[in-house]
């Protein structure tokens, strides 16, 4: 698993730890923490940087900050900040969202928080605590992604052997100049636990 995560970053990656429990959701790197009110700003200077803003949620707008913090728990199963194990800096946010236990799935996102560069792969380490954290704690079969076509060169190392690419809405998003397919990209249980 972490070789082909690393692949993905082009970024040494460690295992998870044996034995998991409420406080060992770490690598060596990067943790899983309660997101709190200093978590915020920078999530939402994140949200809505001019640069790589449409990437995330809001794909492009600019809440007030008000409206951001008020719907960052809508429809949220559970999220955490990704944040290094060394002096605690905020890496980005993962979300569970739009939960179906009927079907036994959930719509997964993140968002890295500053420059990738200043800790290369640790949104890959904090992604892959997260998925192993929503198989162990939750009965889900599968793990989606709903992104726009311009993002998924971030997952395509890993497409066909982790992901799988459910389907595609034809030219849905705009972004630009252009016209872009919204995709939905799977994690599978089955494919994941062996790994993890």
């Known amino acids: 698993l972490w070789e082909r995560w690393a692949a993905a970053s082009d970024e040494d990656a460690t295992r998870l730890p044996a034995g998991r429990s409420a406080r060992s959701w770490q690598t060596n790197r990067v ?3 309660p997101l709190d009110a200093r978590h915020y700003a920078p999530l ?9 803003g449409h ?33 605690g800096d905020l890496v980005g946010l993962v979300v569970a969202y739009d ?3 009927a079907c036994q799935h959930c719509f997964v996102g993140f968002q890295r928080v500053g420059r ?29 992604f709903d992104l726009p076509a311009y993002n998924l060169p971030m997952l395509e190392r890993c497409m066909g052997t982790l992901m799988t690419l459910e389907g595609t809405i034809p030219e849905y998003f705009t972004h630009g100049g252009r016209r872009w397919d919204r995709c939905f990209v799977s994690f ?9």
């Open 31 to 33: 943790r899983l923490a």
């Open 44 to 52: 939402y200077l994140a949200a809505t940087d001019p640069v790589d």
């Open 55 to 87: 990437r995330w949620r809001w794909r492009g707008r600019t809440p007030s900050p008000e409206e951001f913090q008020q719907t960052l728990f809508n429809g949220v199963k559970t999220q955490f900040v990704v944040e290094a194990v060394d002096g």
């Open 99 to 101: 939960e179906d236990p």
């Open 116 to 144: 990738s560069d200043l800790m290369p792969g640790g949104m890959v380490e904090g992604m892959a605590l997260f998925f192993s954290y929503l198989f162990h704690s939750f009965p889900y079969d599968r793990l989606l």
């Open 188 to 196: 599978n249980r089955s494919t994941w636990a062996p790994l993890a």
